[in-house]
């Protein structure tokens, strides 16, 4: 059996006699031109986009203003109860899976009573 390096696996793979003694940098030069697009997609022109493209009004720099806000809230909790709702979720969370990885330690800690 014969053996190739591949260039794609960086590993020996089987081959044909033909291709094991030809290797890769002395095999004859090949057409220098470039192969031809098998799945070209046609592309959109930025005069094709029409106003119902981009129909929604930017809410950016209202959004930065209302973060941006001082009035003392951390800005996790800036838009009121579903951000309450979603912290405190996490963190009971995190302390639910923290007791709980620190009672499985103990417990494997303790030899067992035959």
């Not at 720099?61 to 951000?83: A, C, M, N, T, V």
């Amino acid at each position: 059996m014969y053996y190739k390096f591949s260039g794609f696996t960086q590993k020996l793979a089987g081959a044909w006699a033909s291709d094991a003694y030809s290797p890769q940098g002395l095999k004859p030069v090949v057409s220098t031109e470039a192969p031809p697009i098998i799945f070209a997609t046609p592309t959109k022109l930025t005069s094709d986009y029409t106003a119902y493209d981009f129909a929604e009004k930017n809410k950016v720099p209202e959004l930065q203003k209302f973060f941006q806000k001082s009035d003392g809230l951390p800005i996790h909790l800036k838009r009121g109860l579903p951000d309450q709702m979603l912290y405190r979720t996490t963190m009971a969370l995190t302390l639910g899976g923290t007791i709980y990885c620190l009672i499985a330690l103990y417990m494997a800690s303790q030899p067992r009573n035959k």
